[in-house]
């Protein structure tokens, strides 16, 4: 009994993800690394927009595929 009313009272351990890299990580952390991710890959996608998929370097063209294929995977 007193066992359990402990565990109730107790810090609970913030939930963690393992992303792709395979490092664990907090929901918030995981979150807003997600977040700069989505706003860099619709940037790439912008300028393809504007300026053609010739124009990417070859950095931005691999971030856009690796971003293609953790999502694809989703």
Known sequence: ???????LFSKRKKNTFVDLSGK?????????IRQAQQE???RI??????QGKDSLSPDEKEFLEKFSRSNYAR
């Open 1 to 7: 009994m007193i066992a359990f009313i402990k565990r």
């Open 24 to 32: 664990a990580r907090s929901d918030e952390e995981y979150n807003r």
């Open 40 to 42: 860099e890959a619709m």
């Open 45 to 50: 996608l912008g300028k393809i927009s504007s």
